[in-house]
């Protein structure tokens, strides 16, 4: 069976633009979670979608945005980009809910890098 | 809201020895799960504990979830180069969010 794909894998952006990174989750499985991971903060929930639905959002700023789409892919948007955004953002699938006894499966994140 | 606290940040092992890291949460956890993550790599699951006082073995990683569930830990046993990595925990309540511990990075002296 494969496994999450992120794409891209890098990505370099300036100030101000936007960005959209997909994830595609393992075949069968219905929960997209995305997250940010930084040095100095971890591993941070950004939003899970189940079902093309926000079932939960962390505490980030409206510019982090995100969708699902009936085949379970799902991309996650940042908008008018800041320095502070540049890490590396994982996305992970499992068969049900975040949280609700289903393991995670994560894909190898895209690094992205805000100058 | 739910917080999950993982101690140590760091643990600097000698090859062969033993070590634990440890997760608390401050609100009762429905279960909790452990992932590793290698150097330049991705988490990778490793366990999920649902019962109270549940303790369960991988080889030579011991998983125990304390009895009022909210607290758990992860016991090392003779410490390989293989067992480098970061050693998170995450635990979700009944609202179905997950929160990640900040992780305990595990170095390993040959």
């Known amino acids: 069976k494969a496994g999450v794909t992120q794409t891209p894998r890098y990505l370099i952006k300036t100030r101000g633009q936007q960005v959209t990174l997909s994830c595609s989750p393992i075949s069968g499985h219905r929960s997209v979670s995305w997250y940010q991971q930084t040095p100095g903060q971890g591993l941070q929930f950004l939003f899970e979608y189940f079902s093309e639905t926000q079932r939960n959002k962390g505490n980030f700023p409206g510019r982090f945005s995100g969708r699902q789409f009936s085949n379970s892919r799902s991309e996650m948007n940042v908008s008018t980009l800041e320095l502070g955004d540049s890490a590396l953002y994982l996305c992970?699938?499992?068969?049900?809910?975040?949280?609700?006894?289903?393991?995670?499966?994560f894909g190898p994140g895209t690094r992205l890098t805000v100058t | 809201g739910q917080q999950v606290m993982q101690i140590p940040q760091y643990q600097h092992v000698q090859e062969g020895e033993d070590f634990t890291t440890y997760c608390n949460s401050s609100?009762?956890?429905?279960?909790i799960q452990w992932y590793k993550q290698r150097p330049g790599g991705h988490p990778v699951f490793l366990i999920q504990?649902?019962?109270?006082?549940e303790v369960k073995k991988q080889k030579r990683l011991t998983f125990q979830f304390g009895e009022a569930k909210k607290n758990s830990s992860l016991h090392i046993t003779a410490t390989q180069t293989t067992d480098v990595g970061t050693y998170f925990c995450a635990g979700s309540s009944n609202d179905y969010k997950l929160s990640f511990g900040a992780g305990t990075t595990v170095t390993v002296r040959a």
């Open positions: 992970a699938s499992s068969r049900g809910r975040t949280g609700g006894n289903y393991e995670q499966y």
């Open positions: 609100t009762t956890l429905s279960n």
């Open positions: 504990l649902v019962k109270s006082g």
